[in-house]
């Protein structure tokens, strides 16, 4: 079975300052990587995603993620943290086109910055 | 993002009501999923709906009743809540099983 691991329940960055979330993933396939953003009230925006190729993708928002297959990680990364950007963080799991698959999500990490 | 609509945004109810739960979406998707977001637990994958057919059902207690009349709109009937089923409930479409979610602003619901 698939699965997802945030370690990072909480974390607190200064705005300005660089940001790494950590997620790792269990699966027993070429997986496909998501990381979701969620603000208070609202519900999940996505932010990225990969399925294939290059391991370093590109998303909205300034945010960018490595997937590293030896690792079973897929960080985000943004090189400079805006106030704005203080939400919950999901990274999911899932395999497309196929119907007994589903994503499955981590925990989330809650993203708080500080001025 | 207006593609995928949820009414009502928060909704309060004792233990005896009966309510239902909407989700709209506007981007020609087939697929329809509800999940439940619990504090302290990852998202939980409810139901899962392709062209009107339920295709999951993760185990969901029976006072939980998905209904999906077509393509675009999909329900989620509640009854005989209990206190734990308190949580945010998110809808989201995609354009066939398993592909791109998109999700609503999900639906706050508050059993007491």
């Known amino acids: 079975a698939q699965s997802v691991t945030q370690p990072d329940i909480h974390i607190t960055v200064s705005e300005g300052a660089s940001l790494e979330l950590r997620c790792n993933y269990s699966?027993?396939?070429?997986?496909?990587l998501f990381w979701y953003v969620q603000s208070p009230g609202q519900g999940l925006q996505l932010l990225l995603k990969y399925f294939s190729g290059d391991t370093l993708v590109q998303g909205i928002k300034g945010f960018e993620a490595e997937f590293k297959r030896s690792q079973s990680s897929f960080n985000l990364r943004k090189p400079s943290v805006h106030w704005s950007d203080a939400a919950e963080y999901f990274c999911a799991v899932g395999a497309l086109y196929n119907a007994g698959n589903m994503l499955t999500f981590g925990g989330g990490t809650r993203l708080m910055v500080k001025p | 993002e207006t593609g995928v609509t949820q009414t009502p945004r928060h909704l309060v109810m004792g233990m005896t009501n009966k309510k239902s739960l909407k989700c709209e979406q506007h981007?020609?998707?087939?697929?329809m999923y509800w999940y439940k977001q619990s504090a302290k637990k990852p998202l939980e994958l409810m139901f899962v709906y392709n062209f009107k057919e339920q295709t999951e059902n993760n185990s969901v207690p029976s006072r939980f009743s998905p209904e999906c009349p077509n393509s675009s709109h999909l329900f989620l009937h509640l009854h005989t809540l209990q206190p734990e089923d308190s949580a945010l409930y998110l809808c989201?479409?995609?354009?066939?099983?398993?592909?791109?979610?998109?999700f609503g602003p999900g639906t706050r619901l508050t059993v007491l």
């Open positions: 981007l020609g998707h087939n697929a």
């Open positions: 989201a479409s995609s354009q066939d099983t398993g592909g791109l979610q998109y």
């Open positions: 699966y027993g396939a070429t997986p496909y």
